[in-house]
């Protein structure tokens, strides 16, 4: 996507989201490539083992999205990116809570279990960014919109799989505040990145959180044989 950033614009902070949203979107539409039914069929005949995997898998992604969201806060000087940090930070952890139940409750031990351990090359990417403008446009824009494609797929799967309590989960509270935590992020987003050099910055922070993140996730299908991943 490195010619995205080529031949920038100035054009309001609106405008410029649209733009990047449409941008991101080109780039998530390959995770449709995926046949939907090789994904129900493997789902129906998946074992608690192979779902148990891809959850630790979800559990990982909603504990790193808390931890980075918190470290934040503290430097993160502009009041509405704070206060979208903060919220984001505090649904994450709540979705790792109520996830974990969930899994214990399948007979699956968590004991010994470090999601941070190790870092995930999203986290890595994450930590290295020190501006509001690149966090808000990785995280909450391009992360969110990411984790909701992959989401969506996953709960498809859960569905077919017969895991009623965490496709409900997923239908009901996760997925619902992930898109929440991407339309904050939008916002906020219009705000900041309201000069070319902003918005250059933001679509370079999206543009690579993107790619290894898709990286990330076809790295774990490899590991898992799983036909999807669930987002973050």
Not at 144 to 152: F, I, K, S, T, V
Not at 185 to 191: R, Y
Request: proline content about 5%.
């Amino acid at each position: 996507m490195g010619e995205l950033v080529q031949g920038i614009v100035s054009m309001d902070g609106k405008a410029f989201v649209e733009q990047l949203k449409a941008e991101n979107e080109k780039f998530l539409s390959k995770l449709d490539a995926v046949p939907l039914m090789n994904s129900l069929s493997a789902a129906k005949g998946g074992a608690i083992g192979g779902l148990a995997a891809l959850l630790k898998i979800a559990l990982k992604n909603e504990i790193e999205a808390a931890e980075i969201a918190a470290s934040w806060v503290p430097t993160t000087p502009e009041i509405d990116a704070k206060l979208a940090l903060a919220r984001h930070a505090g649904d994450e952890a709540r979705h790792y809570q109520l996830l974990a139940e969930k899994v214990r409750a399948l007979g699956v031990s968590l004991e010994g279990f470090d999601p941070l351990a190790p870092p995930s090359p999203v986290l890595a990417y994450l930590r290295t960014l020190d501006t509001a403008v690149e966090r808000v446009a990785a995280a909450l824009v391009a992360r969110e919109a990411m984790g909701a494609r992959r989401n969506a797929q996953f709960l498809k799967f859960l569905e077919a799989a017969g895991q009623k309590e965490i496709a409900r989960l997923y239908r009901d509270v996760i997925n619902p505040d992930e898109e929440r935590h991407h339309q904050a992020g939008c916002a906020v987003l219009a705000q900041l990145a309201s000069t070319p050099a902003a918005q250059d910055s933001a679509r370079r922070a999206a543009a690579r959180l993107l790619e290894i993140g898709d990286q990330a996730r076809s790295a774990a299908m490899e590991k898992t044989g799983a036909p999807v991943i669930p987002g973050c």
